[in-house]
């Protein structure tokens, strides 16, 4: 309803009065622009005050301030601008030269090697050759210092076993002294033990011989350098067969000694068991000293018995064991000879000094 109302209102011609409305309201607007007009007028033509001249200098003033602050800002600006923008082209002229520098440095490595192109099949095998030749040369440089760090080892190993022989050598000549004096003993032992009236005159020597000849040790060998090379595999480092060879050999001999050592000690406790019942055990304790020597006796002592089959029972153990302890030397004498011909041998390959 409302917009047909409009469209009614907006449609109806204008009449008499609406005109008269029109024409005053353009006289009111008239009359306001001329009253305005002249009051600006009237206010540009009175006089200026002191105050208002004091207001025009300070704001001159502030205005020329203004503009010198500003023109010097602005040249400062400028200045930076002119710094940053000689930096620029400096770095500019650095990179071109050093591109230019770069350029020819390719150029010239360039101009080394052949113009890019599809490989010939002689290209593809050079490189396979050199590539194959500097395998192959490192393969022969790690096996020459292998085998080179194996030879020092060998060396060293034949020095140190040089040095064990020779301490087997003085050891067993020690061994051989001691059996011979328990030989001579135990045979004049079994001289006495085989006629009750030589025993019964003989008493002090018999009791010294009956305790110092039976009495034995075992032989001990230098083998530190032997085991080192058994149980860490450094046979393989002996690379010369005889060498290799003797060496095995001349510990090899060792066994049938310790067999015999306790072959010997087994016969020494069958005498043990019949010289209880014939020697006096206070006498046998009157022979000993403080640091365990053991002492002649003087006073002829006399036996538990001279019964003559207990004396022929305890001859014939101490002939067992002098028997054995003749075999243990003759095995002791090929050991020193062993050790000494292995030992010449071994200097004499090795060029030992």
Not at 93 to 111: A, F, K, P
Not at 140 to 165: C, G, M, N, P, T
Not at 223 to 252: E, H, P, V
Request: charged share 30%; proline share 3%.
């Amino acid at each position: 309803m409302s917009e047909e109302n409009k469209e009614t209102t907006d449609d109806r011609q204008p009449t008499s009065d609406d005109a008269l409305l029109k024409k005053e309201h353009s006289v009111d607007n008239e009359n306001a622009g001329k009253k305005s007009s002249s009051q600006e007028k009237s206010t540009d033509d009175r006089p200026p005050t002191t105050d208002n001249i004091i207001l025009e200098n300070e704001l001159v003033a502030n205005n020329k301030n203004t503009n010198a602050d500003s023109a010097y800002t602005n040249a400062t600006i400028e200045a930076e601008q002119r710094e940053t923008n000689n930096e620029k082209q400096e770095t500019r002229n650095s990179g071109t030269h050093t591109s230019e520098l770069i350029t020819q440095n390719m150029e010239v490595h360039h101009h080394s090697h052949p113009a890019h192109g599809k490989k010939t099949w002689s290209a593809y095998f050079w490189e396979f050759l050199m590539l194959f030749l500097a395998v192959f040369c490192g393969f022969l440089a790690e096996y020459q210092l292998e085998h080179r760090i194996e030879k020092e080892r060998e060396d060293q190993f034949i020095v140190s076993l040089v040095d064990d022989l020779k301490d087997d050598e003085k050891n067993l000549q020690v061994m051989l002294d001691f059996d011979q004096q328990g030989v001579v003993l135990l045979d004049s032992l079994i001289y006495l033990l085989n006629d009750a009236e030589q025993a019964k005159q003989h008493g002090s020597q018999l009791y010294y011989m009956a305790r110092v000849g039976p009495r034995s040790q075992p032989f001990t060998n230098n083998g530190r350098t032997y085991d080192q090379l058994k149980n860490s595999g450094g046979f393989r480092l002996i690379r010369k067969t005889d060498a290799s060879n003797k060496i095995t050999g001349y510990y090899q001999q060792f066994s049938p000694l310790r067999l015999l050592e306790d072959n010997y000690n087994h016969e020494f406790d069958n005498y043990k068991r019949v010289a209880a019942k014939i020697l006096d055990p206070g006498i046998l304790r009157s022979q000993e000293t403080d640091k365990g020597d053991i002492l002649r006796s003087t006073d002829n002592p006399p036996l538990r018995t001279y019964d003559s089959e207990s004396l022929k029972e305890l001859a014939f153990h101490v002939l067992q064991m002098n028997g054995s302890r003749r075999s243990k030397r003759l095995m002791l004498g090929n050991l020193k000879n062993s050790a000494a011909g292995l030992r010449s041998f071994l200097i004499k390959q090795y060029d030992i000094q």
